[in-house]
């Protein structure tokens, strides 16, 4: 009996992947655009991909040339431009911030730029449900002077 069982679903398993009804949205597609096909060429890195139903970006930075001597007002427009880029790429592969599910930003001077950070997230992200949020604090980025990263997925509905 329960060789039986294994071989109908077995049985099932193969059809259905013959027919196509499974792991066809398995393909994952790179979205290059223009501002991001030189990084893309030189360090062969997806910016965007879209697998499925699923959009991951990967690390968008906010960089100041002296992070330790800037302004709360610049370093929130920092912030608040790596957040646009990431919006703009999600727009690229059909997503918007609505269909953000993670979040994980990486800071490298997160206790003296943590009221900032948090500021603009809550602006940023007004409605609930709001999306998870792991922030990490590093002692580096790859940009040299990137003080913040962002790397997202969304889940487009």
Same mark, same amino acid.
């Given at each position: 009996?329960? *060789? ?5 679903? &077995? ?8 027919? %196509?009804?499974?792991?066809?949205? /398995?393909?994952?597609e790179m979205i290059v655009t223009p501002e991001? /096909?030189?990084?893309?060429?030189? &360090?062969?890195? !997806?910016?965007? $991909?879209?697998? +499925?139903?699923?959009? &991951? =970006?990967? +690390? =968008?930075?906010?960089? #100041? ?9 610049? $370093?929130?427009?920092? $912030?608040?431009? !790596? ?7 999600? %727009?690229?592969? %059909?997503?918007? /911030? ?11 001077? #997160?206790?003296?730029? *943590? ?8 602006? #940023?992200?007004? #409605? ?8 990490? +604090? ?9 003080? &913040? ?9």
């Amino acid at each position: 009996m329960k *060789r039986m069982m294994i071989a109908t679903v &077995f049985i099932m398993l193969v059809t259905a992947c013959a027919s %196509g009804s499974v792991a066809d949205d /398995k393909k994952n597609e790179m979205i290059v655009t223009p501002e991001t /096909k030189p990084i893309v060429d030189a &360090f062969h890195i !997806a910016p965007v $991909i879209r697998s +499925g139903e699923y959009v &991951f =970006i990967s +690390g =968008i930075p906010a960089a #100041l040339p002296d992070i330790e001597n800037a302004s709360p007002e610049e $370093i929130k427009a920092a $912030i608040k431009r !790596a957040y646009q880029t990431a919006f703009y790429m999600l %727009g690229q592969a %059909g997503a918007t /911030k609505n269909d953000i599910v993670d979040i994980t930003t990486f800071h490298t001077n #997160l206790k003296s730029t *943590r009221s900032e950070i948090v500021e603009v997230h809550k602006e #940023l992200f007004d #409605l609930e449900p709001y999306p998870a949020w792991t922030v990490v +604090g590093v002692d580096a980025l790859f940009m040299d002077t990137a003080f &913040f990263e962002i790397k997202l997925t969304a889940r487009i509905q």
